[in-house]
């Protein structure tokens, strides 16, 4: 009997399943996302943050695909950055070794 409880019993075939069609490629897609690109210009940007913007209550996260994710703690931090977005994008270009294009990204991490 397939329903029952008005829930279908019946297993899906295996192309049905979901995104991952075997558990390797589900392995291997929840590993590279935990990698992390190494880049000369975000290790030297983490370094001297403070000094840069010591009264912003945001901080690099990480580099991922040419944008800079900032991490802010709330979701009032948020509205407040947002604000100084074209700022830092200016002072992060005037520094040696920054790329020709500079994407910042905020995300709320406590």
Known sequence: MPF???VNWRPDAPGERGRHGSFSSAVDAALSSMRT???DFFDS???RWR???P???VRPGRYEDGKIFLYVPS???N???RAHLPA???ALAALPGAPGRIELRLEIRA
Do not use: T, Y
């Open 51 to 53: 000094r840069l913007f």
């Open 55 to 57: 009264n912003l209550p």
């Open 75 to 77: 979701a009032p931090a």
């Open 88 to 90: 830092m994008k200016r």
């Open 4 to 6: 029952e409880n008005g």
């Open 45 to 47: 940007l983490s370094d």
């Open 79 to 81: 509205f407040m950055v």
């Open 37 to 39: 690109e190494k880049n």
